[in-house]
């Protein structure tokens, strides 16, 4: 293994009726923003639960509504005026990714000496925040428990991510991740939670660190569960149990654990759809279905050796008689019947999308850099050969 240092500040609240926790954890605060999405809180009885505990607690709550997926820099930006006129000193987020993300945006943007493009496009060191708290509604991002920040902007057709997990402030002080929260979710957000879970382990499961048992078996073992738990969470979505499994595996498979034990992994995918994203407004882990099994195929003809661990450890494919280039075949097979039986897409034919700029999605996914990625570096035009084969495929 690399040198690595692990280093996870926030205090995790995990099971039924947690949100009680929440009581002592607003003492000594006065002043909240409480920041969420489009009203399914309210729908579900949760925005009540929590302004009922606010009201309590006697502290002043204000407002921050309508996050959207791929959260944009335009609410961060009122979010930061409201923080800075109400003299906030807590901010609350409940709901999944993108509302802890904006709100994580929100925290560091609200105190930072920079404007809050300049921390993101040029990575600015954020050495304070207002404090944050997450009450999580969708398994998915991890966000409840990483530093990791990634917002659009839609001016410029960017979306960027910054977050330091050594030793960085932008962790939630605690977050409070009840199960029963997530029995609403549709159908399609579940999908995508599961999508998005096995896409942050496959990032860092694919790796060249020398030395990596440790990490690829617990990585492994992460997958194990999700692929099993797929097919039958969109068949039972109020099953506490599935619920419960999937909402751990998303903490664990993004709270820096399996980065310092793998060496952080290769991420190429997540760049791609950080683009295809950030030009077409897609939703994230529809953008990782479409990518991540072209990708697969280019890689696994250069090494193939995680595609058999992956064959053999995961899916349990019967490898008898065949070559390493046939198992890692039978690998990616399996992983596109698999998105294909979650009825993910494709190609961006499926968002009828005939039109595109390649040059342009290949500088939004470099970003200034010449190369993309650790498990296999991909060159420029290897990018964009990639990209375009997302927009080709059926």
Same mark, same amino acid.
């Given at each position: 293994?690399? +040198?690595?240092?692990?280093?996870?500040?926030?205090?995790?609240?995990?099971?039924? !009726?947690?949100?009680?926790?929440?009581?002592?954890?607003?003492?000594?605060?006065?002043?909240?923003?409480?920041?969420?999405?489009? /009203?399914?809180?309210?729908?579900?009885?949760?925005?009540?639960?929590?302004?009922?505990?606010?009201?309590?607690?006697?502290?002043?709550?204000?407002?921050?509504?309508?996050?959207?997926?791929?959260?944009?820099?335009?609410?961060?930006?009122?979010?930061?005026?409201? @923080?800075?006129?109400?003299?906030? $000193?807590?901010?609350?987020?409940?709901?999944?990714?993108?509302?802890?993300?904006?709100?994580?945006?929100?925290?560091?943007?609200?105190?930072?000496?920079?404007?809050?493009?300049?921390?993101?496009?040029?990575?600015?060191? &954020?050495?304070? @925040?207002?404090?944050?708290?997450?009450?999580?509604?969708?398994?998915?991002?991890?966000?409840?428990?990483?530093?990791?920040?990634?917002? %659009?902007?839609?001016?410029? !057709?960017?979306?960027? #991510?910054?977050?330091?997990?050594?030793?960085?402030?932008?962790?939630?002080?605690?977050?409070?991740?009840?199960?029963?929260?997530?029995?609403?979710?549709?159908?399609?957000?579940?999908?995508? /939670?599961?999508?998005?879970?096995?896409? =942050?382990?496959?990032?860092?499961?694919?790796?060249?660190?020398?030395?990596?048992?440790?990490?690829?078996?617990?990585?492994?073992?992460?997958?194990?569960?999700?692929?099993?738990?797929?097919?039958?969470?969109?068949?039972?979505?109020?099953?506490?149990?599935?619920?419960?499994?999937?909402?751990?595996? #998303?903490?664990?498979?993004?709270?820096? *654990?399996?980065?310092?034990?793998?060496? !952080?992994? $290769?991420? %190429?995918?997540?760049?791609?759809?950080?683009?295809?994203?950030?030009?077409?407004?897609?939703? =994230? &882990?529809? /953008?990782?279905?479409?990518?991540?099994?072209?990708?697969?195929?280019?890689?696994?003809?250069?090494?193939?050796?995680?595609? @058999?661990?992956?064959?053999?450890?995961?899916?349990?494919?019967?490898?008898?008689?065949?070559?390493?280039?046939?198992?890692?075949?039978?690998?990616?097979?399996?992983?596109? +019947?698999? *998105?294909?039986?979650?009825?993910?897409?494709?190609?961006?034919?499926?968002?009828?999308?005939?039109?595109?700029?390649?040059?342009?999605?290949?500088?939004?996914?470099?970003?200034?850099?010449?190369?993309? #990625?650790?498990?296999?570096?991909?060159?420029?035009?290897? @990018?964009?050969?990639?990209?375009?084969?997302?927009?080709?495929?059926?």
């Amino acid at each position: 293994m690399e +040198n690595f240092i692990l280093y996870n500040p926030t205090k995790l609240y995990f099971g039924k !009726n947690q949100i009680q926790k929440l009581k002592e954890e607003l003492k000594g605060y006065n002043h909240i923003l409480l920041v969420y999405g489009g /009203g399914s809180i309210k729908k579900t009885g949760l925005y009540d639960q929590v302004t009922d505990i606010l009201k309590e607690a006697k502290v002043l709550a204000y407002e921050l509504s309508g996050v959207e997926p791929n959260p944009k820099i335009t609410l961060v930006r009122k979010g930061i005026d409201l @923080v800075k006129k109400n003299k906030v $000193d807590l901010i609350l987020a409940v709901g999944g990714g993108s509302t802890i993300d904006c709100a994580k945006a929100i925290s560091i943007g609200s105190v930072s000496d920079y404007d809050i493009m300049e921390i993101f496009k040029y990575n600015k060191p &954020a050495k304070k @925040v207002i404090k944050l708290g997450v009450i999580l509604t969708l398994s998915a991002t991890g966000s409840e428990m990483n530093p990791r920040i990634v917002i %659009s902007d839609n001016s410029e !057709n960017l979306k960027l #991510g910054i977050g330091n997990f050594d030793l960085n402030v932008t962790y939630p002080d605690f977050s409070i991740c009840d199960p029963t929260f997530t029995l609403t979710v549709p159908l399609n957000q579940t999908i995508n /939670g599961v999508i998005d879970i096995i896409s =942050h382990v496959l990032e860092q499961y694919f790796n060249q660190n020398k030395n990596s048992i440790l990490g690829d078996e617990i990585a492994e073992s992460i997958l194990r569960t999700m692929f099993d738990l797929g097919p039958k969470i969109i068949k039972d979505l109020e099953n506490y149990e599935l619920r419960e499994t999937m909402m751990i595996c #998303g903490t664990l498979a993004w709270n820096g *654990l399996l980065r310092g034990l793998t060496n !952080n992994g $290769d991420w %190429s995918c997540h760049g791609m759809e950080h683009a295809l994203s950030a030009v077409y407004d897609i939703p =994230h &882990a529809e /953008g990782l279905a479409i990518i991540t099994p072209i990708w697969m195929d280019f890689v696994s003809k250069i090494d193939s050796s995680k595609f @058999v661990s992956l064959a053999k450890n995961v899916f349990k494919i019967n490898t008898e008689n065949k070559t390493d280039d046939e198992i890692a075949i039978k690998a990616i097979e399996y992983y596109r +019947n698999f *998105l294909s039986n979650l009825h993910a897409p494709t190609s961006m034919k499926y968002y009828n999308i005939t039109e595109f700029d390649l040059d342009a999605l290949v500088e939004k996914t470099l970003l200034g850099k010449k190369t993309l #990625g650790h498990y296999v570096v991909l060159s420029e035009e290897e @990018v964009k050969d990639l990209l375009n084969k997302c927009f080709i495929g059926e």
